[in-house]
């Protein structure tokens, strides 16, 4: 029924919507015409919440603790760059992850980094190896001074630590996540705790520890009163982290920092896509990083393909050994710092590494600078 007519063409268009053979539709036809109208709106509707969370997300993320890495001064040995696609290293992400004393959400700088550790992730299998770098270890700072290694990001922020991790480890990092007491604290709540095995050695430390948090967080705190294996909440698995004061000092420490990141990783395997989402809007003020929010929410989406498949600490046990230098205080001392980057090559990449020249110079100088206080 062809017309030039817009009354006409209006006409028609209604007669033959929803039937193609220009039939009248039946009630039970026009009804379920109706409900699939409804569903779209529904599903419409949805689909903007959905774009409106992710945009307060987005915002709320750029204004904190999002921070733009000047590539440019991010140093990397010459040697590794040349090497990156013929050895093992390439296929990984390495992310530094720095643990700031602080309750106050000083993360940039003038705070020391209490914790040190690489995350290095295949991207072809979500395997994840953790190793820390131990605070008080004696290293070149990425200035050709040399000191306990958790100064560089007191010194110089995050880019002076990547940097020194870099330069002593023949490592290619660019990217980091800073994170101090109240983000690790709010993380693990988020989650609903976590499981921890606390030992009669710790219990006390642990609760003096909290006890110290929750007045500068102004918290209330909850005290351990078991030993055993058990549902810790953020304060009190963050408290976990800080004790240093049993067997084991500093190294002991470390360890636990590691057992609790990797309980933070798998109970966040069991969090529906909601509470991940209530990680990232309450955590991101709380951060500091130089990722961007995408990258974040991508991770955090596939966070179920990640395994944690090994941790340890640097320098390793076999290649270490500690001592007062000077005016520097007790530190932790590579006996060869060569070694000990091949030992860590092999751990990370299961490859066989020779250091590189720099590495080298490196290795030497702390050999000198700590020789006479070595017993």
Same mark, same amino acid.
């Given at each position: 029924m062809a017309t030039n007519s817009k009354k006409s063409r209006n006409s028609e268009s209604v007669k033959s919507s929803g039937n193609s053979k220009g039939k009248k539709m039946s009630a039970k036809e026009r009804e379920k015409k109706k409900r699939k109208k409804i569903i779209l709106f529904i599903v419409e509707i949805f689909v903007l919440l959905v774009m409106v969370v992710v945009l307060y997300g987005v915002l709320k993320g750029e204004k904190v603790g999002k921070v733009e890495l000047n590539a440019d001064e991010l140093v990397i040995n010459e040697e590794v760059k040349e090497r990156e696609e013929t050895t093992n290293m390439k296929g990984y992400r390495n992310i530094a992850l720095f643990g700031v004393d602080s309750t106050t959400g000083a993360l940039t700088k003038n705070t020391r980094s209490d914790t040190i550790m690489i995350a290095s992730i295949n991207q072809d299998t979500g395997d994840c190896k953790l190793v820390s770098v131990y605070r008080d270890t004696y290293l070149n700072l990425s200035n050709d001074t040399y000191n306990k290694c958790n100064s560089a990001y007191a010194k110089g922020g995050p880019e002076m630590a990547i940097n020194m991790l870099n330069m002593n480890l023949d490592m290619n990092i660019t990217d980091f996540v800073t994170v101090g007491f109240a983000g690790l604290t709010d993380t693990i709540d988020a989650l609903g705790g976590i499981m921890?095995?606390?030992?009669?050695?710790?219990?006390?430390?642990?609760?003096?520890?909290?006890?110290?948090?929750?007045?500068?967080?102004?918290?209330?705190?909850?005290?351990?009163?078991?030993?055993?294996?058990?549902?810790?909440?953020?304060?009190?698995?963050?408290?976990?982290c800080r004790i240093r004061y049993t067997a084991g000092d500093d190294f002991k420490r470390a360890e636990r920092q590691r057992e609790?990141?990797?309980?933070?990783?798998?109970?966040?395997?069991?969090?529906?896509?909601?509470? @991940?989402?209530?990680?990232?809007?309450? +955590?991101? /003020?709380? !951060?500091? $990083?130089?990722? =961007?929010?995408?990258?974040?929410?991508?991770?955090?989406?596939?966070?179920?393909?990640?395994?944690?498949?090994?941790?340890?600490?640097?320098?390793?046990?076999?290649?270490?050994?500690?001592?007062?230098?000077?005016?520097?205080?007790?530190?932790?001392?590579?006996?060869?710092?060569?070694?000990?980057?091949?030992?860590?090559?092999?751990? @990370?990449?299961?490859?066989?590494?020779? +250091?590189? /020249?720099? !590495?080298? $110079?490196?290795? =030497?100088?702390?050999?000198?600078?700590?020789?006479?206080?070595?017993?």
């Open positions: 921890i095995d606390v030992d009669s050695s710790e219990i006390h430390h642990l609760n003096s520890y909290q006890f110290t948090m929750a007045e500068d967080l102004k918290r209330t705190y909850n005290e351990v009163t078991e030993t055993g294996y058990q549902l810790l909440n953020g304060l009190q698995a963050t408290a976990y609790v990141l990797m309980a933070v990783a798998e109970k966040a395997k069991t969090a529906s896509p909601a509470t @991940l989402n209530e990680i990232a809007n309450d +955590v991101f /003020s709380e !951060v500091y $990083t130089s990722l =961007d929010l995408t990258e974040i929410v991508e991770l955090l989406g596939g966070i179920s393909k990640y395994n944690i498949v090994g941790q340890a600490g640097f320098p390793d046990e076999q290649y270490r050994t500690t001592g007062t230098i000077g005016s520097k205080g007790s530190c932790v001392i590579p006996l060869d710092l060569k070694e000990n980057v091949e030992w860590l090559h092999q751990f @990370l990449f299961d490859e066989t590494y020779t +250091v590189s /020249s720099d !590495v080298q $110079t490196y290795s =030497d100088k702390i050999k000198s600078d700590t020789r006479s206080y070595i017993k």
